[in-house]
Structures are given as C-alpha cells and as structure tokens.
C-alpha cells in the first residue's frame, strides 16, 4: 500500500486517538519547523539587534502561529525594547517580550520572545521575512557577538542557535543551556511599550479630576491663564475639565459654555506640559458633539485636537502647528458643520496673516472619532476612523518640537443670555515618536494597553 494511503486508512481508523495526540503534542511528527535567520545588523557592537527570521514548514500539517514562539539568546542586564520593522504575516500580529533565563549560561542570560497573536503557517510554506529588532530601552550601544544566538550571516540561512517552540514543545534548534524539557521559564516580561519608535505616550485618561495630583506628575497641564484663542475675556477653567466614566471607561471631558458675555464665557483645554513631540504618530479617540447639552444651539464653538509651539515672533518660521478643528455650527465665514485638518508655517497676529494649509470636509462629524496624524518625511497626513483626509508637506511641515492638546472654545459669540454648554469627549491619546504608526495598528497598541491595565505610559524623551 503506498504510503499515504496507509496513514489515510490509519487516520480514519483511530480518529479520537489522534486528535488526542494532536492536542497533547502539537509539536508531532507530522510537525517540521524550520527556521532561518539573517543579520541585518552584524556589528559587533551595536545600538540595535536586528534578528530577521524566516520560518519553513516542512510538515505535512498546517501549524497556527500562535502555538509558535521563537526565542533569541543573548546577555544584558537592563532593559530592552522589541519592534517589528516590517514583517510579511504583519507587524501587528507579532508580538515580541523579553525573559530571563533560569539557568544562565555565559554567552546568555536573556531571550527575546517572538510570537504571534494569528496567522497559520500551510505545509511547505514560509512566514516570508520578520524584519525584527530590539534595543536597550535607554539607547546605549550594547556588544552582541558574545551572544549565544548570534550569527554574522547576512543572507537567510538554517540557524540551530535560535529555538522555536511550537505549542510549549521544542521544534527547532538549540536552546542555551542545552535540550533539556522544555524549560517552561516564569518570564521576567518587559512591557514592550516601545514597539518601533523611539518612546511612547498613551494616556486612558484615568483621573478623579482636574486636580488630581497624577495630572501633573504625569505632564499635563490643565490650562487656567487667560488669554486667546477665542471670546476676548473668557475664563479657562479647569473645574469645567473632568473624568467620567462612560461605559466603565474614564474619559476626558471638556464642557465649555456661555450666557453670551465675555465674562460669563467657559473655555476648557488640556496640554502637555513638555514642548517634546515632534516627528511620529499623533493619535486620540475623541467625540464631537454637534449642539448643546442645553439651551440654545449655534454657537461657533470649535473643538480640537491639535499640536502647537509657541510663537516667537511675528511669522516666526519655526513655527509648527498641526490642527484637528471641528465646527459644528461653522465659524470663520463657514455657515454650517465643518471639520478642518490645518498644518501651519507660521502667523502673525497683527494684522492677521497666516501661512499655512488646510483640508475639510463639510459634513456632521458628531460621534466618536478615531484621529491620526502622522508627522514623517516632509509630509503630515491626517487620518479619520482609517480614512487618509489630508496629506500636506512643504512649508507647513514642523520644524521644533510641539506640544500636545485638546481645547475647546467659542470663537464669538451669538447673544441671548440662557446659558449653553458644549462638551467635548477624549477617551485616549497615543504617540509614538519617531514612527509612522498605521491607523489600524494604533487601535491594535491601544488595546494591548488595556489588556495589560497600562492606563498610562510616557517613554517619550525630553527634547
Ligand atoms: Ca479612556
Ligand atoms: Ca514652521
């Protein structure tokens, strides 16, 4: 009997006994994995470990990747940080953590972890290339040559000296320390908050108020000076900025209103504290509200996410400013709803001129949005729930570091005295400095936070 059709007969046969196995042992004979690896960084010395690797499967039986984690030896003794430059299966569904070695020997002490959260890998096929990398958390270079997964080819080819483990069971390789079972370590996991850039900011907005303590300690700074933009004489009042919960989610919230005076004028914003952000990916789920909690509808009020520097002096070009603006009820000659996307070079405000771009569909965008702004390469683009809205560039593109903020606020006013409020929601702020970040894969990040109870993170440095 040729040999496939005896295991056909055999597989019918002794159906319940092998999906038992199959269970209990997904790394069965029927499993083959294989893995290459190249070095794309092979300096002895280096500030990045640039592992590629490339998985084969010789089996006869599809494998799902989440069953597979592939480990790199090495030695250190700080922290580190993983990333996905660029991966065939997808960056966002590798994932990538580092442990500490039970049973150190010299050339290891440490691996880095590769999983995956989805994909399965058919008989005879490949994951194509992991273009993956890692870096001590603090930047400073790091001797790689004495470690034990190391190797200087610069071309993919077989490497025994990263393990891969399929299901909890060795696969491949030689893990450090030697084959013995499977080691099953209680890893000392570093959060890999950093994936791909060069320092983090996600903030869930989990606050008891605007003065409490963590806000500051944290690097915001809940706005209570006077002064533009907006209705001359208005207060910002940070008892307007509070954090309710919404669906057992805190959010920020921003309630800003009038009777129609200067003076009976509510502003509301909340700011970075450091001028740090720069180039990178910007991102905030926010809500927009198209009329007032009560009393009468129309007022120019605009509500925003945005970046910003300070003005040094007139049409100073190092000016940068990166602006989500949302009018519900128009303003600056608009009759009606207006979202704008505007990206400056710089102003003066007296007389007025303003050098900058701007892009805006006019249509209700009330309701929670997903806003993004990716600052790389010369061009700014704004991206709506996915959707590119705006690509500008040239002049407009930021020079200095920025500010991150949300504010809300009555450009005039159109009289009658029953009070109104406007109110502006933000459930979460993102950034990633350094790294074009896909809007999907934000909402991927986002939510590996609050899978780990990481309501806040700042690995951003100061600049
Ligand atoms: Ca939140
Ligand atoms: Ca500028």
């Known amino acids: 009997m040729p040999r496939h059709l005896w295991k056909t007969v055999l597989a019918l046969s002794l159906p319940i006994a092998l999906a038992a196995v199959a269970l209990a042992s997904p790394a069965s004979a029927a499993q083959s994995l294989r893995l290459q690896y190249k070095n794309s960084s092979t300096g002895a010395t280096t500030a990045q470990a640039e592992p ?50 039970s049973s150190p020997v010299p050339a290891a002490n440490r691996y880095l972890e590769v999983g995956f959260t989805s994909g399965t890998l058919a008989p005879g096929a490949n994951t194509g290339d992991m273009q993956l990398r ?34 909890g069971q060795l696969a491949w390789g030689t893990p450090a320390g030697g084959t013995g079972p499977d080691p099953s370590p209680t890893p000392t996991v570093t959060p890999t908050g ?78 970075t504290s ?12 926010v809500k927009f509200s198209d009329a007032p909690l ?23 070009p190092d000016y940068g400013e990166l602006d989500f603006e949302y009018l519900p009820n128009g303003g600056w000659g608009e009759p009606a709803n207006i979202l704008y996307t505007t990206s400056w070079e710089t102003y003066q405000a ?22 993004v702004i990716q600052v790389s390469g010369g061009r700014i683009k704004y991206y709506v729930d996915g959707r590119l809205f705006a690509d500008h560039g040239d002049i407009y593109y930021p020079e200095t570091p920025m500010w991150i903020m949300f504010n809300q606020w009555f450009i005039d006013l159109q009289g009658g005295s029953t009070p109104r409020t406007y109110r502006q929601q933000v459930d979460w702020v993102y950034h990633s400095k350094n790294e074009v970040v896909s809007p999907a894969e934000v909402l991927n990040r986002v939510n590996a ?11 951003v440095p100061s600049s």
């Not at 000076?225 to 910002?236: D, L």
């Open 52 to 101: 590629w690797f490339k998985l084969v499967n010789d089996g006869t039986t599809s494998i799902p990747l989440s069953q597979v984690k592939i480990r790199y030896y090495f030695t250190g003794d700080t922290a580190y940080r993983f990333a996905c430059s660029w991966a065939v299966v997808g960056c966002s569904t590798v994932t990538g953590q580092f442990a500490t070695l």
């Open 194 to 271: 950093n994936p791909g850039g060069q320092g983090t900011l996600f903030d869930d907005f989990a606050y008891t108020g605007s003065s409490d303590p963590r806000l500051a300690q944290r690097g915001w700074t809940v706005r209570s000076n006077s002064g533009g933009p907006g209705v001359p004489g208005a207060t910002w009042s940070p008892s307007a900025v509070t954090f309710p919960s919404v669906s057992g989610n805190q959010v920020l919230q921003l309630d800003s209103s009038t009777d129609g005076t200067g003076a009976g004028t509510v502003h509301t914003e909340l700011s």
């Open 294 to 316: 009560s009393g009468p509808d129309g007022e120019h009020v605009v509500q925003t996410f945005f970046t910003i520097t300070p003005l040094q002096q007139n049409m100073d």
């Open 134 to 167: 890692f870096h001590r958390a603090d930047w400073q270079n790091f001797t790689q040559s004495d470690d034990y997964s190391f190797g200087a080819q610069t071309s993919y080819a077989d490497w025994s000296k990263v393990a891969v483990y399929v299901g």
């Open 274 to 285: 450091a001028r740090k952000f720069f180039e990178g990916t910007y991102a905030a789920r």
């Open 350 to 371: 007296d007389p007025w001129q303003a050098v900058n771009t701007h892009t805006e569909e006019r249509t209700s965008f009330a309701g929670w949005h997903d806003l």
């Open 449 to 459: 936070f609050r899978a780990s109870s990481t309501a806040f993170t700042d690995t």
